[in-house]
Nanobody, 123 residues
Framework: QVQLVESGGGLVQPGGSLRLSCAAS????????TAWFRQAPGKEREGVGC????????YYADSVKGRFTISRDNAKKTVYLQMNSLKPEDTAVYYCATDLGPCTVVADDFASWGQGTQVTVSS
């Protein structure tokens, strides 16, 4: 099982930016997807977006589209979530997850999860 570690969370003002990192212990040889999820207290886990290893295609939830960008650096075995124009409703614990297969934001599709990193957007 791939081990994942998220980092980069913190406290930012509305309109600010953060870049989250998801470092993997290994990169599978087969096609795989890495997704970002978030969960606020008392709320359901929400898919943020994903990136595919096969063609680099990405998907973003409507709530973050145009503000968040997912990218990858294979040499560093890291997937990034660049978050711009942050809003208070973006406050949550952010998790990355990965598994073999296509790019989805269905939590049950992912076997490997990071520990999460807290993002707080507040004045």
């Amino acid at each position: 099982q791939v081990q994942l570690v998220e980092s980069g969370g913190g406290l930012v003002q509305p309109g600010g930016s953060l870049r989250l990192s998801c470092a993997a212990s290994e990169i599978p040889l087969d096609d795989f997807a890495t997704a970002w999820f978030r969960q606020a207290p008392g709320k359901e886990r929400e898919g943020v977006g994903c990136i595919s290893s096969s063609d680099g295609s990405t998907y973003y939830a409507d709530s973050v589209k145009g503000r968040f960008t997912i990218s990858r650096d294979n040499a560093k075995k890291t997937v990034y979530l660049q978050m711009n124009s942050l809003k208070p409703e973006d406050t949550a614990v952010y998790y990355c997850a990965t598994d073999l297969g296509p790019c989805t934001v269905v939590a049950d599709d992912f076997a490997s999860w990071g520990q999460g990193t807290q993002v707080t957007v507040s004045s």
